[in-house]
C-alpha cells in the first residue's frame, strides 16, 4: 500500500482518537482577493494570503501561502474547494481542502477512504478541519495531501509520474519526478491510453496477459470491488495511475482512486441518459459486480470471461476478510472524529446532508450514518451469499454491448471529456501538467 509521511499540516492535524480534539484553519486574504476566490472559475491568489492552524485552540502554524480553487462542477459551489501551499522554505506542502459539494461533512469521503484502506487499495491518509476565511465560517472540511505528492513521496515504490484518467479515457500528466524528461513523461501517458485501447482489442487469456504485465492487476480489482461495494456513483474520471519503470525497462502502472464524495450513490453516473454506457445495465452490474462501465478497462473486464471470472474471484477472497466486525469499526472511528464538530452551530448551518436542506441536525447526521453501516452490511452480506458457489460457469456473466451502444456511449464519454476540460483562463496546463 502506498504510504508516506505526511505534509506539515497533516502532521498538525493529527490528533489521537481518544482526544476529541478539533482543527481548525483559518485563512487571510484582501477583501478582493475573497472576492475573486467565489468566481465560478478557477483562481489562484499568490500575494498577501497567509494561514493559521490551531489544535485545540492552539496556535500550530502562521504560514504566507498560494491558495487556489480547485473542481470542476463543484467549482460553482458556493463553498469552494481548495488547494494551499507554503512559500518556499515554509515546509507546507500543496494541501487540499475539500468542502465535498456532493457530501458536505464528508462522511461518504471518510467511510469509503477507510474502506478503500480495508481491501488493501491504495489510498490517501484524510483528517477534518473547520474552515474560515475573512472571519467567514466556511464549514467542515476535509484536509489531504495532495494526492500526486502522496504518491511520488512514496520511496519504495519510486514512481516517476502521476497520471490521471480522464472521461473517454483520456490520460492528462498530474505531475512528475524532476529528473524524468518530457520525452519520457509522453511515453508514459502513450502507454496508459494505449492500455486502455488495447483493453478492447485484445481477447481471451492474450488480454488478461497484457494487463498483467503493465499494470498492478490485482490491485485494480479491488479497486473495483471497493467502488461497487460504496456503490460509487462517479469513479471513470477520478482515478489517478502512478507509472513506474521495471526492472526490464517495462512501463507499470498503479491505479490510486482519488474524490469518494459520490459514494453510496443509488444510481450509476448518468446512468439516466439513454445509450450511454451505465443506462440499462443495473442488471449487468449485480451480476457482475462492477459499479459503472464508463471506461474501456472496465468493459473489458465485464466482456472478457477470463477476466470477468478473474475479477470475481478476487471478489470473492477479498469479501472474505471484510467482517461485519470490521465494518463496524470503521463507523465508529468516523462517527467519533466527526462529533466534536457537530456541536458547533456554525458547521451544523453549513448546508447539506445527502440532500437540500437549511442546516444539518445532529441526530439526523447521526442516524444518516446508521443508516448507511446497515445497508453496507446488507450489501456485503448479498455479495458474499451470491459468490459462495462462484465456478467457472460463471465466465457466462460476461456481457457484451451493442453496436449502437458502443457508438453513443463514446460519443457521451468524448462530450463528457470536452465539457470537464479546465476554462483557458484558469491555472496554466504547464503547473498542473495537463496533456491537451
Not at 185 to 205: F, Q, V
Not at 329 to 354: M, S, T, W
Not at 382 to 411: E, V, Y
Request: aromatic share 8%; no cysteine.
Amino acid at each position: 500500500m502506498l504510504r508516506t509521511a505526511l505534509s506539515l499540516i497533516l502532521s498538525i492535524l493529527t490528533f489521537s482518537v481518544s482526544s476529541f480534539a478539533q482543527n481548525l484553519i483559518e485563512i487571510q486574504l484582501p477583501e478582493k482577493s475573497r472576492e475573486a476566490l467565489k468566481a465560478n472559475q478557477k483562481v489562484e491568489i499568490k500575494d498577501d494570503v497567509s494561514v493559521k492552524f490551531y489544535n485545540r485552540g492552539t496556535l500550530m502554524g502562521d504560514l504566507p501561502i498560494t491558495i487556489e480553487t480547485r473542481g470542476q462542477t463543484s467549482i460553482k459551489m458556493p463553498r469552494k474547494n481548495y488547494s494551499i501551499k507554503g512559500h518556499k522554505g515554509s515546509g507546507l506542502e500543496k494541501t487540499i481542502l475539500s468542502a465535498g459539494s456532493m457530501d458536505p461533512l464528508n462522511i461518504k469521503n471518510r467511510i469509503s477512504y477507510e474502506i478503500l484502506q480495508l481491501a488493501q487499495v491504495p489510498s490517501l491518509e484524510t483528517h477534518l478541519s473547520e474552515v474560515i476565511i475573512n472571519q467567514e465560517h466556511q464549514g467542515l472540511y476535509m484536509i489531504t495531501q495532495a494526492p500526486e505528492d502522496f504518491i511520488l513521496a512514496n520511496e519504495k515504490e519510486n514512481f516517476d509520474v502521476v497520471l490521471r484518467r480522464r472521461y473517454d479515457d483520456q490520460i492528462e500528466l498530474k505531475k512528475a519526478k524532476k529528473e524524468t524528461s518530457p520525452e519520457q513523461i509522453e511515453t508514459y501517458i502513450k502507454e496508459l491510453r494505449s492500455l486502455h485501447i488495447n483493453a478492447k482489442k485484445k481477447k481471451g487469456a492474450e488480454l488478461m496477459t497484457y494487463l498483467e504485465s503493465r499494470l498492478d492487476l490485482k490491485a485494480y480489482f479491488r479497486m473495483l470491488s471497493a467502488n461497487y461495494i460504496l456503490q460509487n456513483g462517479d469513479s471513470a474520471d477520478e482515478v489517478f495511475f502512478a507509472g513506474k519503470r521495471l526492472a526490464d525497462g517495462s512501463l507499470y502502472f498503479v491505479a490510486v482512486p482519488w474524490d469518494l464524495d459520490d459514494t453510496f450513490s443509488e444510481a450509476m453516473h448518468m446512468s439516466n441518459i439513454p445509450l450511454n454506457f451505465n443506462s440499462g445495465s443495473e442488471e449487468i452490474s449485480r451480476r457482475q459486480m462492477i459499479y459503472g462501465f464508463e471506461s474501456r478497462l472496465d468493459r473489458a473486464i465485464s466482456e472478457n470471461p477470463q477476466l470477468l471470472l478473474a475479477y470475481l474471484t478476487s471478489t470473492k477472497n477479498l469479501l472474505e476478510t471484510i467482517s461485519a466486525e470490521k465494518i463496524e469499526a470503521i463507523f465508529e472511528k468516523v462517527e467519533r472524529k466527526l462529533l466534536p464538530y457537530l456541536d458547533n452551530p456554525q458547521i451544523l448551518a453549513a448546508g447539506l446532508l445527502d440532500k437540500p436542506k437549511a442546516a444539518y441536525v445532529k441526530s439526523e447526521v447521526l442516524a444518516d450514518i446508521s443508516s448507511k453501516k446497515m445497508n453496507l452490511l446488507a450489501r456485503i452480506d448479498a455479495m458474499k451469499k451470491d459468490l459462495q458457489d462462484l465456478s467457472p460457469a460463471d465466465m457466462n456473466r460476461a456481457h457484451k454491448n451493442s453496436t449502437i451502444k458502443n457508438f453513443f456511449g463514446n460519443l457521451f464519454q468524448k462530450i463528457m471529456f470536452q465539457t470537464t476540460q479546465p476554462k483557458p483562463n484558469g491555472p496554466s496546463n504547464h503547473e498542473n501538467g495537463m496533456n491537451p
